[in-house]
Structures are given as C-alpha cells and as structure tokens.
C-alpha cells in the first residue's frame, strides 16, 4: 500500500478503541443471555468479529503488524433459527456449480439429444455451449446431471443445500419471477455444503497422520535396533556371549 493510502495513527487507534467496545458489548450480551441460541449475543459475535477484522486490517496496513488472534467470520455459520417450531411447509433451495470442462463432449451429448427428438425441434441448438446446456438440462433432471456430469463434460465445483422452513405453503406461481430472493437464513432447518476446500483439508490431515505414523516407526524401529541402550544397533539373533 502506498505512504498516501495508509491509514493514519489516530485511525488505528479509533478501531482498537471500536474492539475494545464490541468486548464489553459481547460479554455483557454473554451474561443476559437468554438462551442458547440468543439474538443479541449471535449479533455481538457479528460486531466483534467485524471490528476485529477493521482493527487487523488497519494494523497491518498502517505498522505491518497482526494481531494475536483470529476470530471466524459471521458466514461461517448460519445464525440461530427463529421459525416456526412446527413448521407445515419446506422449501429445498439447491446451488450445485459446474465448470465446462469439455465443450466438445458436451455438444456431443446434446446432439444426441437433438437425434431422439422425432419433431426435429432446436436442430442447431447443439452447434453453441449455452445452446447445449439449455437442451442437457431441459432433458435431464438436475439431480440426474450431478450424477452423469462427467459424461456431459462437466466438473463438479461447489455445492449447497438448504432447508428452509415456512409457515405455509405458498401460493401457486407466487415466488417464480424471484425464487431466492426471500431467503431467510434464520429460517433454515439444516444445511449441507459440499466443497473441493474439504477434500484439500482431508488430504492435507492425511499425509499429516501419514508423516506421523512413518515417524513412529521409524522411532520403533531405531528403539529395536538399540534394544540395549548402548547407542550401536543390536544385532538380532546373535549371540553376544563369550565363548
């Protein structure tokens, strides 16, 4: 960052002053807490994090230093649920990403299409990927596609499933025109997230116990090599007494 964008002294001091503010407002929400799930501490949580991510920011950005701690981002997790404890209606809200990996494939599959289609309808729909698309998933169902996507030249990316709870059933064609623009996060029952992220996490906690385990052995192994503590490898099987 350049000398003139830096923050000033007075600023860094302002946003250690703001944390200050937000942990007293968060311990006092802590202590009338009136249950597990309460607004204001979930909403104190929320201030917390976000003065402590300005104060962090500016810190680094005005003395090229950080701070000591790291607080999760409010996105981390959905806040408390405030619906209807028995909710008579449910909407499944489902995102899943794809990257076109294979545009050929792809096209290939949605001529195929194009060929069983005995009216003949769209013929050069196939000839464009978003064309193709359009035909693949007016075709097949979408749960179909998530299983199949390799075949139609798709990479999986991220995916995410919500379940929302309603107070009733809504009304025939009602949300159409903007299907997820009245999602409440406080309402969802339970959510289910897939992500390359947590492959790369697993992979990296396996070769950690992998290099652990190796390290044990090989200590194992040094141990029975020493067997008598003398610091030369203990010849196994050989007798050692005089004659």
């Known amino acids: 960052m350049s000398d003139a964008a830096q923050p000033t002294a007075a600023e860094v001091r302002a946003a ?24 204001a501490v979930y909403d104190a949580f929320n201030q ?70 005995e009216e003949g309808e769209g013929v050069a729909s196939s000839g464009t990927v978003h064309g193709a698309l359009g035909l693949l998933f007016g075709e097949f169902e979408p749960d179909e596609i998530a299983s199949r996507h390799k075949e139609f030249g798709l990479e ?23 299907p997820f623009e009245q999602v409440e996060p406080q309402r969802v029952v339970c959510r289910f997230d897939v992500s390359a992220v947590f492959d790369d996490d697993l992979e990296d906690a396996d070769l ?10 090989e200590d194992l192994e040094e141990e029975d090599l020493d067997a008598d503590g003398d610091g030369e490898p203990e010849r196994l099987g050989v007798d050692r007494r005089g004659p």
Request: hydrophobic share 40%; charged share 35%.
């Open 48 to 117: 917390l994090a976000a003065a402590a991510e300005a104060y962090d920011e500016l810190l680094y950005d005005r003395y090229d230093e950080v701070t000591p701690f790291e607080i999760p981002g409010a996105d981390d997790s959905l806040p408390p649920y405030t619906g209807p404890e028995e909710p008579s209606a449910l909407s499944v809200l489902i995102r899943r990403d794809y990257a076109v990996a294979e545009p050929q494939r792809l096209m290939a599959q949605a001529r195929r299409v194009e060929a069983a289609d």
């Open 16 to 39: 250690a002053e703001a944390v200050k503010t937000a942990l007293d407002r968060h311990l006092a929400a802590v202590e009338r807490r009136s249950g597990e799930d309460d607004p």
């Open 156 to 178: 999986e990316g991220d995916s995410t499933l919500w379940v929302t709870a309603a107070d009733e059933a809504a009304e025939p064609g009602e949300w159409l025109e903007a």
């Open 208 to 217: 950690e116990e992998e290099d652990l385990e190796e390290d044990v052995e």
